[in-house]
């Protein structure tokens, strides 16, 4: 038995729930005569909804195949071995599952030696190999392919990526080493940690082709067919593949750097993978294949053993499992039908939900307000963002002038709404004025209509507390900028009915969001976190220690943007009110900031001027601040601002305001950004030992987003 065999079977019995992927061989005559072909197909039995993986079965299973393949190409009975994947999938990469798993050093490094083993046999065939990427090629798929001879790819394929660095990982079967000594260093930088570090940005066929990385390119509908035939003229010289030298002077060099300079703006220093990631490239400028490999393995191995990685697989679920089924959300057999939306309100916000509601549900929306200017500038602005739409080739001028046709704006409440089976208001953040669009809005709605309100922080109960049928208001709070933040904060009152809960959730389906059910507790979830985070960095500020100091202090979070950069985000005055509400609410932990109502009374829209192109302090708003002498050191402004959150973190589960700790990191990462790489925010507070300081307990147990005991 071979150290490969070994390996495999070892890992395998740490992993018995693998779904295993086949490596199918079948036997086909090239084209033009050009030989005998042994031609591999990955696939794991089930169609293109649940991708083929490679756990360590599966790499066993492959390792078999090459067994054959190399017996034939040694007896000369072949001319070449081919690698494709089932329709619309080539392999989407390691199986994650498996990973969560591991305990042990030893046992994460032969995942790494044996992908290795495994994979650089193909490179190692009596005759040339060639895989086709057919369909959605991710991580060690990628890495198959890169260790062929040549490779083809669809035109039709969807995503292609490494996105190991993502995770919390490194590509660590083969990517790092051999992906900069087939395109150069500056374009492996961009696929391995620009477009990890880009929210897992995927390629496309063509790109794939345009970097370098395929050597040739065909339609989807027959590329296997097209893929053979190119084969056989490459197998009998009358193609010749030829592929620009790579740079491996100073350009190599500026590439890593490159690559840091992205790490570091992405991620602080605050996450090892793309760091370790890029020794390995840098490492690579020698073209010593075997050392760039072991650096993988070790890699690999000491990644998956740290906290990231199980926190990037932990952030994984979440988005691709828990948000598909959202904890506590009534029966889906329940909801009501919605064929027509009402949105009350038409500036900017109302005008993004128009569209939205237009886009996804594709039935007839109607905006009102209080004068025709107004309601007309709203249909104008969904009207100029479907052009825009047509513009990108996104949709085509059918599609565009039926949207047009489905969106309207009327004065008259009673004419938008009488038939309307949706309606949510977008209108002034102010309980009475709130309360009075509801009660308009119910004299002229049929019975069964749903009302929604998109409050970032108001009692949904008090605002339905005045209607005759409170039970059908519900909260449906949106993130700025709704197009691309998926977080939809699902509110329930305390009269909301299951049927008018269930229906909200099934617009949020439509809709593409993801739905998280919250109590109907001040500010929700993310805001109320947010401006506890931010209140404390205020607070500080406030106190006296300087704005830099308390901004730099939150680095190695490895936040998206600093504290005060995301203020100007959200806007000054809103970020105000929210605290306003929340002191109201809970005057003994948020407070009202005198610099901050300053900063808003004066018209400031932030506290940093970009004359230079970087954050630098106004001026003007360090004139307004009043501050004290108590001046923090970073890592006291960082303990007490993360003692803030595990508080207020605590206490909001205490109240029940989402089911686990699990909603709280849900929404921060697709509602506020928060980095994939930190899970959220209760695996960092637990890996950081802040959850025990404060609360005298962990929020997850142990190997959950952490390594098992």
């Given at each position: 038995m071979s150290s490969t065999t070994e390996l495999l079977k070892g890992a395998a019995e740490l992993f018995p729930g693998e779904v295993v992927t086949q490596a199918h061989v079948r036997h086909l005559d090239l084209p033009g005569g050009a030989g005998r072909f042994a031609l591999i197909t990955l696939d794991n039995g089930f169609d293109h909804t649940k991708p083929t993986t490679i756990g360590p079965q599966s790499l066993a299973n492959l390792d078999a195949a090459v067994d054959q393949?190399?017996?034939?190409?040694?007896?000369?009975?072949?001319?070449?071995?081919?690698?494709?994947?089932?329709p619309f999938i080539f392999a989407v990469g390691a199986d994650l599952k498996g990973v969560e798993l591991l305990k042990e050093h030893q046992d994460a490094l032969a995942i790494g030696k044996g992908g290795h083993d495994v994979f650089r046999r193909l490179s190692g065939l009596a005759v040339p190999t060639f895989a086709y990427y057919n369909g959605a090629a991710m991580g060690g798929g990628v890495e198959i392919g890169l260790h062929c001879s040549y490779r083809t790819v669809s035109s039709a394929l969807p995503a292609f990526s490494l996105p190991e660095v993502f995770l919390g990982l490194v590509p660590g079967w083969g990517g790092c080493a051999l992906l900069p000594n087939l395109i150069g260093a500056d374009r492996a930088v961009s696929v391995i940690i620009e477009n990890s570090l880009n929210q897992n940005r995927q390629l496309k066929g063509k790109q794939v082709f345009e970097l370098g990385i395929a050597d040739a390119i065909f339609e989807g509908a027959d590329f296997l067919e097209q893929s053979l035939i190119w084969t056989a003229s490459v197998l009998k010289g009358e193609i010749a593949v030829e592929r620009p030298e790579v740079d491996r002077g100073d350009a190599w060099?500026?590439?890593?750097?490159?690559?840091?300079?992205?790490?570091?703006?992405?991620?602080?220093?605050?996450?090892?993978?793309?760091?370790?990631?890029?020794e390995i490239i840098a490492a690579a400028k020698s073209g010593d294949l075997g050392a760039g490999f072991d650096a993988e393995d070790q890699a690999l191995a000491d990644l998956i053993m740290g906290g990231e990685l199980r926190s990037g697989i932990y952030s994984f679920n979440l988005v691709q499992k828990r948000a598909k089924r959202p904890a506590g959300a009534p029966d889906k057999a329940l909801a009501r039908p919605v064929t027509k939306v009402g949105v009350v309100g038409a500036g900017l916000m109302a005008s993004q939900l128009a569209l939205l509601f237009l886009r996804r549900l594709e039935v007839p929306v109607v905006l009102t307000d209080i004068d025709q200017e107004r309601v007309d500038k709203g249909v104008g602005y969904v009207h100029a963002e479907i052009e825009k739409l047509l513009g990108k080739g996104r949709i085509n001028q059918d599609k565009a002038n039926r949207l047009k046709a489905l969106v309207s704006g009327v004065l008259d409440k009673a004419e938008g709404f009488s038939d309307a089976d949706f309606i949510i208001e977008a209108v002034f953040e102010e309980i009475g004025v709130k309360q009075k669009v509801f009660a308009e809005v119910e004299a002229v709605a049929p019975a069964h209509a749903i009302l929604a309100t998109n409050t970032s922080s108001l009692s949904v109960t008090e605002m339905a507390s005045k209607l005759k049928n409170p039970e059908r208001v519900v909260g449906f709070h949106f993130f700025n900028p709704v197009a691309i933040l998926p977080l939809l904060e699902i509110v329930r009152g305390e009269q909301t009915d299951d049927a008018s809960l269930a229906t909200a959730f099934g617009v949020a389906r439509k809709l593409k969001k993801t739905a998280v059910l919250v109590k109907d507790a001040p500010a929700f979830v993310v805001n109320r976190i947010l401006t506890r985070f931010m209140g404390e960095i205020q607070n500080i500020i406030d106190e006296g220690t300087p704005v830099g100091t308390a901004e730099k202090a939150i680095e190695p979070l490895g936040l998206p943007m600093s504290p005060l950069v995301l203020l100007e985000l959200v806007g000054p005055a809103i970020g105000l009110h929210v605290s306003e509400t929340l002191n109201r609410a809970f005057p003994d932990r948020f407070?009202?900031?005198?610099?901050?109502?300053?900063?808003?009374?004066a018209g400031k829209r932030g506290f940093y001027v970009y004359d230079s192109g970087a954050p630098v302090l106004d001026p003007e708003v360090a004139a307004l601040l009043k501050q004290g002498d108590s001046v923090l050191t970073e890592e006291q402004v960082r303990d007490r601002v993360l003692d803030a959150v595990a508080q207020e973190i605590g206490l909001m589960l205490a109240e029940g305001v989402v089911a686990e700790p699990q909603d709280i990191d849900l929404c921060l990462i697709t509602g506020a950004g928060w980095p994939?790489?930190?899970?959220?925010?209760?695996?960092?507070?637990?890996?950081?030992?802040?959850?025990?300081?404060?609360?005298?307990?962990?929020?997850?147990?142990?190997?959950?987003a952490s390594v098992p005991a």
């Open positions: 393949v190399e017996k034939e190409a040694a007896e000369g009975t072949i001319v070449g071995v081919g690698v494709t994947g089932k060099d500026q590439a890593v750097a490159r690559g840091k300079a992205i790490a570091d703006s992405k991620v602080h220093g605050a996450a090892p993978a793309a760091y370790r990631a890029l407070t009202v900031s005198e610099n901050l109502a300053a900063v808003v009374k994939f790489h930190l899970g959220g925010i209760t695996p960092y507070l637990d890996r950081e030992g802040v959850s025990e300081r404060v609360n005298g307990k962990r929020f997850l147990e142990q190997g959950v």
